[in-house]
């Protein structure tokens, strides 16, 4: 099966910043979207960002002009920094992808399946 596998989260001061990362491995024909979501304590998990293969990217308000999400195709994975972070975006942090899983190939011949793949969570604490 396909994984993801957050790292970068951690404890920071307000103002400051980190970069999370997330990879995608296993048995992977293509990766669609790629993205951020966060759930903070007693909140419901929430956007934070996406982007697709072509680079297009969608912010929710709330992190528009502080954090950036990118994305390496050629290693799968995606990207999050964030700058001048708020005590507010204490949260964890899951990363997700739209992905085609390969499920057998010969030749020509490829079966996969789409499917949606979540990371595991980083918590990602800012302190004031």
């Known amino acids: 099966q396909v994984q993801l596998m957050e790292s970068g989260g951690g404890l920071v001061q307000a103002g400051g910043s980190l970069t999370l990362s997330c990879a995608a491995s296993g048995p992977i024909f293509n990766i669609h979207a790629m993205g951020w979501y966060r759930q903070a304590p007693g909140k419901q998990r929430e956007l934070v960002a996406t982007?697709?293969?072509?680079?297009?990217?969608n912010y929710a308000d709330s992190v528009k002009g502080r954090l950036t999400i990118s994305r390496d195709n050629a290693k799968n994975t995606v990207f999050l920094q964030m700058n001048s972070l708020k005590v507010e975006d204490t949260a964890v942090y899951y990363c997700?992808?739209?992905?085609?899983?390969?499920?057998?190939?010969?030749?020509?011949?490829?079966?996969?399946?789409?499917?949606?793949?979540w990371g595991q969570g980083t918590l990602v604490t800012v302190s004031s």
């Open positions: 982007i697709t293969t072509g680079a297009i990217t």
């Open positions: 997700y992808a739209d992905v085609s899983e390969l499920i057998s190939s010969d030749g020509d011949d490829v079966h996969y399946k789409d499917v949606e793949v």
